[in-house]
């Protein structure tokens, strides 16, 4: 079943054609690596068929390209919060390799940076890094649990990551 016949299932509103799967399809192949294209053109459907289930959407067009934007940019937040999780564990990473005394002690000062470093941190953004990474919490649980945002949290997190990040360099 194509994305269109599932968009189109109940029926409402002004019906979706071939087209606008390939226009959206375009959209997504000049903006992102092709191997997401895919994932994006299903979730801007989708996001359609739950609208059209509140009401007929008057200027389709119009509508799938503002859906087809808003997935992109949650996309794109999306991939720059992965390369700076991917950059603070490949650090961290390197802490975890003790293999000859030398290298244990030097894990041992980086271990002792990290520690410092995480007590230097503001005390919300502190517990903010310690709920997400070492009790696994997602964003939107943190976020429900101190009343803001997952944008918010998303901002603290970035904030840790890089204050790791800038003292784990500075040690090597």
Same mark, same amino acid.
């Given at each position: 079943?194509?994305?269109?016949?599932?968009?189109?299932?109940?029926? #409402?509103?002004?019906?979706?054609?071939?087209?606008? %799967?390939?226009?959206?399809?375009?959209?997504?192949?000049?903006?992102?690596?092709? &191997?997401?294209?895919?994932?994006?053109?299903?979730?801007?459907?989708?996001?359609?068929?739950?609208?059209?289930?509140?009401?007929?959407? %008057?200027?389709?067009? @119009?509508?799938?390209?503002?859906?087809?934007? &808003?997935?992109?940019? =949650?996309?794109?937040?999306?991939?720059?919060?992965?390369?700076?999780?991917?950059?603070?564990?490949?650090?961290?990473?390197?802490? %975890?390799?003790?293999?000859?005394?030398?290298?244990?002690?030097?894990?041992?000062? #980086?271990?002792?940076?990290?520690?410092?470093?995480?007590?230097?941190?503001?005390?919300?953004?502190?517990?903010?890094?310690?709920?997400?990474?070492?009790? @696994?919490?997602?964003?939107?649980?943190?976020?429900?649990? &101190?009343?803001?945002?997952?944008?918010?949290? %998303?901002?603290?997190?970035?904030?840790?990551?890089?204050?790791?990040?800038?003292?784990?360099? =500075?040690? =090597?």
């Amino acid at each position: 079943m194509g994305v269109n016949a599932i968009a189109n299932s109940d029926g #409402e509103g002004a019906p979706l054609q071939p087209s606008h %799967e390939a226009a959206v399809r375009r959209y997504f192949q000049r903006r992102v690596p092709v &191997h997401d294209v895919d994932d994006l053109v299903q979730d801007v459907f989708l996001s359609i068929r739950q609208r059209r289930q509140g009401g007929e959407i %008057e200027n389709v067009d @119009a509508y799938l390209f503002t859906v087809a934007a &808003h997935a992109l940019s =949650r996309y794109r937040r999306k991939a720059a919060q992965l390369r700076d999780d991917d950059g603070a564990m490949a650090a961290l990473a390197q802490i %975890e390799d003790p293999s000859t005394p030398e290298r244990a002690l030097m894990g041992r000062e #980086e271990i002792a940076v990290v520690v410092r470093t995480l007590e230097r941190l503001p005390a919300r953004t502190r517990e903010i890094f310690m709920m997400h990474r070492f009790s @696994a919490m997602t964003y939107a649980a943190i976020a429900r649990h &101190h009343g803001i945002s997952p944008s918010a949290i %998303e901002k603290h997190m970035t904030t840790a990551l890089r204050a790791l990040m800038a003292a784990t360099e =500075r040690t =090597r």
